[in-house]
């Protein structure tokens, strides 16, 4: 069975840092494309960040360009997200999820971890 | 970047109703385009990738079309489990950029 568990999530003060990580089992992991999307509360969906399967290409949203890194460990079945410079619009469910081979769509998340950015 | 508009942004819709919602992408997409429904507290759930592929296990009342910038999501007949909101998502570019979402809600 697939799963995604996401950890790492918690308040931190604005200009803080934190950490993501998303934990992955049932599926060749270092196969698959992993993303990250947000949802701000009471908002709507937003993309954030792609890595490709063998971590050789990444892509961000404009919005946390510069200031969020993802990776990977393909050895450890594990994603990742580093946030820095956070400010109180990161405020957001943060979920991870599998990028499927052709249409790249994404059937499997994880169950969202929260990150409050608040002083 | 590619932009992604849905309309409407809500639809008030009684059971048994057949409903429609519309999705545009900013440039062609080709068929590159997916469709989810997010209940409340809970992750998104795909129904629709390619633009028309049914993902398995959704109830075949779900249908989708369209190809290059203009795309539909059709419920042919509404259940009470079907009130949520639904979002379009384009996969044409690694930006895997969502719509801002179709709530739908009981009449």
């Known amino acids: 069975e697939v799963q995604l568990v996401e950890s790492g999530g918690g308040l931190v003060q604005p200009g803080g840092s934190l950490r993501l990580s998303c934990a992955a089992s049932?599926?060749?992991?270092?196969?698959?494309?992993m993303n990250w999307v947000r949802q701000a509360p009471g908002k709507g969906l937003e993309w954030v960040s792609f890595?490709?399967?063998?971590?050789?290409?990444?892509y961000y949203a404009d919005s946390v360009k510069g200031r969020f890194t993802i990776s990977r460990d393909n050895v450890n079945n594990s994603l990742y997200l580093q946030m820095n410079s956070l400010r109180a619009e990161d405020t957001a469910v943060y979920y991870c999820?599998?990028?499927?081979?052709?249409?790249?769509?994404?059937?499997?998340w994880g169950q969202g971890t929260l990150v409050t950015v608040s002083s | 970047d590619i932009q992604m508009t849905q309309s409407p942004s809500s639809l008030s819709a009684s059971i048994g109703d057949r409903v429609t919602f519309t999705c545009r992408a900013s440039?062609?997409?080709?068929?590159?385009l997916n469709w989810y429904q997010q209940k409340p507290g809970k992750a998104p759930k795909l129904l629709i990738y390619a633009a028309s592929s049914l993902q398995s296990g959704v109830p075949s009342r779900f249908s989708g079309s369209g190809s290059g910038t203009d795309f539909t999501l059709t419920i042919s007949s509404l259940q009470p489990e079907d009130f949520a909101t639904y979002y379009c998502?384009?996969?044409?570019?690694?930006?895997?950029?969502f719509g801002q979402g179709t709530a739908l809600e009981i009449k």
């Open positions: 890595i490709s399967s063998r971590t050789n290409t990444m």
């Open positions: 998502q384009q996969t044409y570019s690694s930006l895997g950029t």
């Open positions: 999820a599998r990028g499927e081979y052709g249409s790249g769509s994404y059937y499997y």
């Open positions: 440039q062609t997409i080709n068929n590159y």
């Open positions: 049932g599926f060749t992991f270092s196969s698959y494309s």
